[in-house]
Nanobody, 113 residues
Framework: QVQLVESGGGLVQPGGSLGLSCAASVGIVRVDSMGWYRQAPGKQREFVARTNSGGTTRYADSVKGRFTLSLDNAKKTLYLQMNSLKPEDTAVYYC???????WGQGTQVTVSS
């Protein structure tokens, strides 16, 4: 049983920064890819960023230049550093693994003054 444990998130003012992390605690022998999706209220879930074991990283255009994804493969832990946050970044952020085969429970990020 694969388990993805997310941490971080919370409330931040526009222009602020926040970090998320996601640990693949059990069930994954080797990480092929990990990433993040998000879902804002009343909207469909959307891709945020993903990286793979080969070091290839992709970002949604909406977060490019503001979000940075990094993977500690030895710890099977994914980090998302979010800078210059905007109100439209408000969403529940979901960690995924193995090309979105597995999903975490989600963590709330709220950007508001």
């Amino acid at each position: 049983q694969v388990q993805l444990v997310e941490s971080g998130g919370g409330l931040v003012q526009p222009g602020g920064s926040l970090g998320l992390s996601c640990a693949a605690s059990v069930g994954i022998v080797r990480v092929d890819s990990m990433g993040w999706y998000r879902q804002a209220p009343g909207k469909q879930r959307e891709f945020v960023a993903r990286t793979n074991s080969g070091g290839t990283t992709r970002y949604a255009d909406s977060v490019k230049g503001r979000f940075t994804l990094s993977l500690d493969n030895a710890k099977k832990t994914l980090y998302l550093q979010m800078n210059s946050l905007k109100p439209e970044d408000t969403a529940v952020y979901y960690c995924t693994a193995q090309y979105a085969t597995y999903w975490g429970q989600g963590t709330q990020v709220t950007v508001s003054s």
